[in-house]
């Protein structure tokens, strides 16, 4: 058995590698994912113009959203427990790339309300199976640490966002289609690309990552497994744990009080 210092040591070790290898990739899909939510709060400087939407249409249609997301963000978190984490996030990216591309044809506020409630459904599972994937790579005293550099990094690349959107505004009339038509499009394509790219180079759990040592995937499972036994730990996530767990509604409250004031200002 490990002495604490070499514990302490191999910890570091997956920490620095899961932070070098997997942190900058998963960023990457999370920018996508908001750039790919939010877009239309700079598409609709030329789609309400041109679709003749109200102020009202435009936020209804940005926070039905949410409804889509609230419906299927903790099935698809039981999914994504069942059949992988490749498999899973792979099929996120491509349905909600492609919705976001078939964004580009809305034409009545209709359109517009089933694009955006779809788009919620597609996206749901993303940000939690992040959040789940990682637990499946750093101990329970690391966790938030490696959130903080997903967090982090998503920042900065964030910055780049508002800026592309603006310029593919600029692109209205190429093609007889609208600059915000080209923003939907050119933007939600990337999102289908970086599927297969996951399917391709995204290990499921550590037993299958060839960058950590035999000595680091023994001494991660025996980790994890004390982690999951803890006397606070939920044993079995289920559907009605998710949804009847005090601690778990404690957070829930928080973070809607953080995502609502955010997502206001965003949108």
Same mark, same amino acid.
């Given at each position: 058995?490990?002495?604490?210092?070499?514990?302490?040591? !191999?910890?570091?070790?997956?920490?620095?590698?899961?932070?070098?290898? *997997? /942190?900058?990739?998963?960023?990457?899909?999370?920018?996508?994912?908001?750039?790919?939510?939010?877009?239309?709060?700079?598409?609709?400087?030329?789609?309400?113009?041109?679709?003749? +939407?109200?102020?009202?249409?435009?936020? /209804?249609?940005?926070? !039905?959203?949410?409804?889509?997301?609230?419906? #299927?963000?903790?099935?698809?978190?039981?999914?994504?427990?069942?059949?992988?984490?490749?498999?899973?996030?792979?099929?996120?990216?491509?349905?909600?790339?492609?919705?976001?591309?078939?964004?580009? #044809?809305?034409?009545? &506020?209709?359109? +517009?309300?089933?694009?955006?409630?779809?788009?919620?459904?597609?996206?749901?599972?993303?940000?939690?199976?992040?959040?789940?994937?990682?637990?499946?790579?750093? &101990?329970?005293?690391?966790?938030?640490?490696?959130?903080?550099?997903?967090?982090?990094?998503?920042?900065?690349?964030?910055? #780049?966002?508002?800026?592309?959107?603006?310029?593919? *505004?600029?692109?209205?009339?190429?093609?007889?289609?609208?600059?915000?038509?080209? $923003?939907?499009?050119?933007?939600? !394509?990337?999102?289908?690309?970086?599927?297969?790219?996951? *399917?391709?180079? $995204?290990?499921?759990? &550590?037993?299958?990552?060839?960058?950590?040592?035999?000595?680091?995937?023994?001494?991660?499972?025996?980790?994890?497994?004390?982690?999951?036994?803890?006397?606070?730990?939920?044993?079995?996530? /289920?559907?009605? /744990?998710?949804?009847?767990?005090?601690?778990?509604?404690?957070?829930?409250?928080?973070?809607?009080?953080?995502?609502?004031?955010?997502?206001?200002?965003?949108?």
């Amino acid at each position: 058995m490990a002495s604490t210092s070499d514990s302490r040591s !191999i910890e570091q070790s997956i920490l620095r590698k899961f932070t070098r290898r *997997l /942190t900058p990739f998963l960023a990457i899909l999370y920018v996508f994912c908001l750039i790919d939510r939010t877009n239309v709060s700079i598409a609709t400087l030329q789609m309400q113009p041109a679709l003749n +939407f109200s102020n009202e249409v435009y936020g /209804t249609g940005a926070g !039905i959203f949410f409804l889509g997301y609230f419906l #299927f963000e903790v099935p698809s978190n039981l999914i994504l427990e069942r059949v992988g984490a490749r498999i899973w996030i792979a099929r996120i990216m491509a349905t909600w790339g492609a919705l976001s591309c078939a964004m580009m #044809f809305v034409s009545t &506020p209709l359109s +517009f309300y089933i694009l955006r409630f779809l788009l919620g459904v597609a996206e749901a599972g993303f940000f939690p199976g992040v959040v789940l994937y990682i637990t499946y790579w750093i &101990p329970a005293t690391s966790r938030a640490r490696a959130m903080a550099h997903f967090l982090a990094l998503t920042a900065v690349l964030g910055l #780049f966002s508002n800026p592309l959107g603006a310029a593919l *505004l600029k692109m209205d009339g190429i093609m007889g289609l609208g600059g915000w038509q080209w $923003l939907f499009l050119l933007e939600g !394509i990337p999102s289908v690309l970086l599927a297969f790219v996951v *399917l391709a180079f $995204l290990p499921d759990k &550590p037993e299958h990552a060839n960058w950590l040592t035999d000595e680091e995937k023994q001494w991660l499972a025996a980790r994890l497994a004390k982690d999951a036994n803890h006397e606070h730990t939920v044993k079995k996530l /289920t559907l009605r /744990t998710a949804l009847t767990e005090p601690r778990i509604r404690q957070l829930c409250l928080v973070f809607i009080l953080t995502s609502t004031a955010g997502n206001s200002v965003n949108f």
